[in-house]
């Protein structure tokens, strides 16, 4: 292949776009809600729910907020052929195409040189949108294919059940210069101890070595009995011989089975800056779709509206990683409302788009008891 061509996916109409025409928004004050009053001289009564169709809301969009965004979450619909209350979820493959490809291109313009979207989807499309995403967004502004776990139990009627979701990241500097802007994860308390009655406190170790062949890093260690060791077959020790004084003159060199095992460095709670976010979203940290129904219900308990919700954990984690308070949040569809609510609590400004009337029988009622403080599920 020439290296001047490059693979597009292609579909039925695929050329056909729409026209759209400059839109504008405007307030329904009857429908606004905010608190009572300013909590500090910086609040800002700004954000905003659009109820309408979400691509003309988000060309509408387009000339106040271009590069403005911090992070689009969207959980669209996965088009999977089944029919719910809210929305139809069985549109023809191209119509659907034509759909994602029309809304994605506003966003990239939305999104701030260090944003990032967030596409949950799962099997049926996921693999065709992440290649319109590599059309709309390039190959190299990819950063990573979440698994969320979204279910623990076993599907047992399938041939092969379904337990995860995809999340598809995108950015528009690529993951390289996108590392630079988001945040570490708060460093689990888990796993630290204190077996040698260490004075600097409980810690947790790691192995001294590393996978490979590096001439400065094969030499013998001593351990605390005396024992001479070579760095494990195929393996060279974890650093050069000054670094391994300096972690033992420091203390930090633990040596396990009383004294004979290979060395393992120590960390001491409180040293960790944070965790780099990994690529499996576990529904312990994360939710899943019980836990998503458990919030839906303590909000309505008397109405089963949403089938699919998405847990405010899973959000909580995402905004953690790609936002920072006062950021701005957008997600065009935005179902239950979980983004905004999510966003809210986290001090992060938001916009959500809703064409569906649980826009006003559901959203807006769970958005007045996040503003309220009287929301009883989710995270706090």
Not at 151 to 167: F, K, L, P, Q, W
Not at 168 to 188: C, D, F, I, Q, T
Not at 224 to 232: A, E, I, M, Q, Y
Not at 314 to 340: E, H, K, M, Q, Y
Request: a neutral charge.
């Amino acid at each position: 292949m020439n290296s001047k061509q490059k693979l597009e996916l292609t579909w039925i109409g695929k050329e056909n776009r729409p026209k759209l025409e400059p839109r504008i928004l405007l307030e329904d004050p009857e429908k606004s809600y905010h608190a009572k009053h300013r909590v500090t001289d910086r609040d800002i009564f700004d954000n905003r729910l659009i109820f309408g169709d979400n691509l003309l809301a988000l060309k509408a969009l387009e000339q106040e907020f271009a590069g403005k965004v911090k992070c689009v979450f969207i959980d669209p619909p996965y088009n999977t052929g089944s029919a719910f209350d809210q929305y139809d979820d069985g549109l023809e493959h191209s119509l659907w195409l034509s759909l994602m490809r029309d809304r994605l291109e506003i966003i990239k313009q939305l999104l701030s040189s260090e944003g990032t979207l967030w596409i949950t989807i799962d099997d049926n499309e996921a693999h065709y949108l992440k290649v319109l995403c590599d059309e709309i967004f390039g190959r190299r502004n990819f950063i990573c294919n979440v698994i969320w776990q979204k279910r623990t139990s076993r599907e047992n009627r399938a041939a092969i059940g379904s337990s995860h979701d995809h999340v598809l990241v995108y950015s528009n500097v690529g993951a390289v210069k996108w590392k630079e802007h988001r945040n570490l994860l708060p460093a689990s308390e888990k796993g630290f101890s204190n077996p040698d009655n260490d004075p600097k406190g409980p810690w947790r170790s790691i192995p001294f070595s590393a996978q490979g062949w590096r001439p400065n890093q094969m030499y013998k260690i001593v351990t605390s009995t005396g024992l001479t060791l070579d760095p494990p077959k195929g393996r060279c020790w974890g650093a050069t011989e000054d670094v391994y004084q300096r972690h033992l003159s420091e203390g930090r060199v633990y040596f396990p089975n009383e004294g004979n095992g290979r060395p393992r460095i120590k960390t001491y709670m409180g040293e960790e800056k944070g965790l780099v976010p990994n690529s499996i979203f576990l529904a312990s940290e994360a939710g899943d779709n019980q836990s998503a129904k458990k919030e839906m219900l303590s909000l309505y308990p008397d109405d089963d509206a949403f089938a699919t919700p998405k847990p405010e954990k899973l959000l909580r984690l995402i905004l953690s990683i790609a936002t920072n308070p006062a950021d701005l949040v957008l997600d065009s569809f935005a179902g239950s409302g979980t983004t905004g609510a999510v966003a809210h609590k986290m001090g992060r400004r938001w916009i959500m788009v809703e064409l569906g009337e649980h826009c006003h029988t559901h959203i807006i009622p769970r958005l007045k008891k996040v503003i309220d403080g009287e929301d009883p599920g989710g995270i706090t």
